[in-house]
């Protein structure tokens, strides 16, 4: 015997809702044929709310039985709530984990061997790159969460500016094997500051804050990610120095 479920969604020339479509994909995953009803205007969706009495659409119907929401129909079928919840260290973890993937594929393209130091190079530089980036995306949202434990960001939030661009820089100046005298203190000096401010907020204060180190956004908690982030940058620093040496 068919399952058959109803869905009512919006579906204009505007706007395409994203829930609509991900209801009903779940469906069709859950064995169900959907009658797909397409509100293809504001006023008819307007009309759909106000007659069954809801706040939003889509609208899943099974046997007759008003399901709801995509979120509704997840708590349906015994799903745990969608997305991301709570603190993750999904964000970082993609992040080095690319990383890595590329100091393998630029070592693999560009030399007849492997080079388990070229390898760490290019992925400590990677990192730190990517890394810059996140925070470049939005500024000053990043700085509102990197001033709440930063010590030199606290007395001067100007640094909170440029730590982004020195991060890149630092980053980029390791991949282009710019001279380390002039990378080599920029790396030491940011990574050194933000150990420090990472180890005092953390493990003696004991305070419980959200990284920057993704962006000001994110749910990462503040940590050991964070501290190693910094101690990279730290190791980054001495070898470029002892490199140019």
């Not at 044929?33 to 889509?58: A, G, Y």
Request: hydrophobic fraction near 45%.
């Amino acid at each position: 015997m068919k399952k058959i479920a109803k869905l009512y969604r919006m579906h204009t020339s505007e706007h395409i809702c994203p829930y609509g479509l991900r209801s009903k994909d779940l469906l069709e995953r859950k064995g169900f044929e959907v009658k797909d009803h397409k509100l293809s205007s504001r006023e008819e969706t307007d009309k759909f709310k106000e007659k069954h009495e809801v706040d939003t659409t889509p609208q899943a119907f099974i046997d007759e039985k008003q399901i709801g929401g995509y979120d509704d129909l997840r708590d349906y079928f015994g799903m745990a709530p969608a997305g991301q919840t709570g603190t993750t260290y999904t964000p970082v973890l993609a992040i080095f984990a690319v990383a890595f993937l590329m100091s393998l594929a630029t070592i693999f393209a560009h030399t007849s061997g492997f080079n388990l130091i070229k390898v760490v190079e290019m992925f400590v530089a990677y990192s730190m790159t990517i890394l810059a980036i996140q925070k470049l995306r939005d500024l000053y949202t990043f700085s509102n969460s990197f001033i709440t434990y930063d010590l030199l960001a606290m007395r001067n939030i100007r640094y909170a500016y440029v730590y982004p661009f020195a991060e890149a820089f630092a980053g980029i100046g390791m991949l282009a094997s710019i001279s380390g005298f002039i990378v080599g203190p920029v790396s030491l000096f940011i990574g050194t500051v933000g150990a420090i401010s990472v180890f005092k907020a953390v493990y003696i204060d004991k305070r419980e804050l959200k990284c920057a180190c993704v962006g000001g956004d994110s749910d990462v908690p503040l940590g050991f990610v964070s501290l190693t982030e910094n101690l990279f940058m730290i190791g980054a620093g001495v070898w470029m120095l002892y490199s140019a040496l």
